[in-house]
């Protein structure tokens, strides 16, 4: 893993931060960066692809819960009564930004099975291109809980910032952010308006093309999940 809490952040943006920044995090481990790299080759079809991203999604899970508090419990085990460590019953809840962060739900529900879920659907309208709100369910008690926003692709920050925007507008105080590549605009833009938020990420590409895609990327992570195109 390799934190890169000095990651470059564009000087404008940098000089508005303020003080307390979360870290980003690109988990450079080889298991995931093999994943990473079967995950953009366009040659992986749909059922691999979702594999990947489930597995991907898990191994960032790994380290995007490295720092939940724990308790110390009494157990006996068959030979022994024994102190032993568990979750502090911090409760969580995963953001799905729709729909592709959906293909990141499924692997983390996995790991943590009692997690809640929300959903957030965001459309860019074509005229402002600006992120639009079309749905928003979450848990009831979603303030008191901490909260880990999905979405396979930052690519130029917008949906993440909205969806950020949202849920601090709701109570949420303890945010994180997963996503499986980001891009460097994507990623300046959404510490700048977040700096609070820590991020977690398999990798960061330097560019977007002109139809705000990730380059190289893997292509639309929508599609790719559910066959579509
Ligand atoms: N969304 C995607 O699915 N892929 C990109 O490259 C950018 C946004």
Do not use: W
Not at 40 to 48: G, H, I, P, Y
Not at 143 to 168: F, Q
């Amino acid at each position: 893993m390799n934190d890169v809490s000095a990651v470059p952040v564009a000087p404008a943006e940098a000089a508005s931060a303020p003080a307390v920044t979360a870290s980003v995090l690109v988990v450079d481990h080889p298991l995931v960066q093999h994943k990473v790299t079967l995950a953009r080759s366009e040659e992986t079809t749909t059922d691999n692809f979702r594999r990947l991203v489930r597995e991907i999604s898990q191994l960032l899970t790994y380290e995007a819960t490295r720092d939940l508090p724990m308790e110390t419990i009494a157990i006996k085990t068959p030979i022994a009564p024994t102190q032993s460590p568990v979750l502090a019953g911090k409760k969580l809840c995963l953001v799905s930004i729709l729909r592709a962060g959906n293909g990141f739900l499924d692997g983390m529900l996995e790991l943590l099975p009692a997690a809640r879920v929300g959903h957030i659907g965001l459309y860019r309208d074509p005229e402002t291109l600006e992120p639009v709100e079309y749905y928003f369910k979450m848990p009831e008690d979603i303030r008191e809980r901490m909260v880990i926003v999905v979405d396979p692709m930052l690519a130029t920050g917008n949906s993440a910032i909205a969806a950020l925007n949202r849920l601090k507008e709701s109570g949420v105080t303890m945010l994180k952010y997963v996503c499986l590549i980001a891009s460097r605009p994507g990623l300046n833009a959404l510490r700048a308006a977040h700096p609070d938020v820590a991020i977690v990420t398999a990798a960061i590409d330097e560019e977007l093309n002109e139809h705000g895609y990730i380059v190289p990327g893997l292509g639309d992570a929508g599609d790719r999940l559910y066959g579509t195109r």
